[in-house]
């Protein structure tokens, strides 16, 4: 029974593992899943402020050659102090396109799954 009980765990995780992984994919091939709800994670090469409040964290490149953006909206009360130029950022979300750059709408801070 115990060993049951241990193959079950186990192979839950593993299905678990496969499908976080599926679901992830770098902030590069982000402009390829348009309309997709995915985990993109990635390097921030800047965290820009607009004069109205809009958050906007580039990846890979800071703007205007960024691979993708992850924006937060002036109404949101999302914690972004922990997120900086350098850190490996994963986002979750529906990757939208705007003006040709793919990004994610941040509206809720549970989207910000890990900042390393």
Known sequence: MKN????????LIL??????????????DAKNFIGETKI???PVAGVFVSNKGTVLINFDEDHPNSTFVGVIKIA???DY???????????????????GKP??????QSQI????
């Open 40 to 42: 993109v994670k990635g």
């Open 76 to 78: 949101a009360s999302i």
């Open 103 to 108: 990004e994610i709408i941040i509206t809720d």
């Open 81 to 99: 102090s922990n997120i900086k130029k350098g850190v490996i950022l994963t986002l979750s979300g529906k990757i939208e396109d705007y003006k």
């Open 4 to 11: 049951k009980i241990i193959l079950s765990a186990l192979f």
């Open 15 to 28: 299905i678990c593992a496969f499908s976080y992984s599926q679901d992830t994919i770098s902030s590069k």
């Open 113 to 116: 799954i890990k900042v390393e």
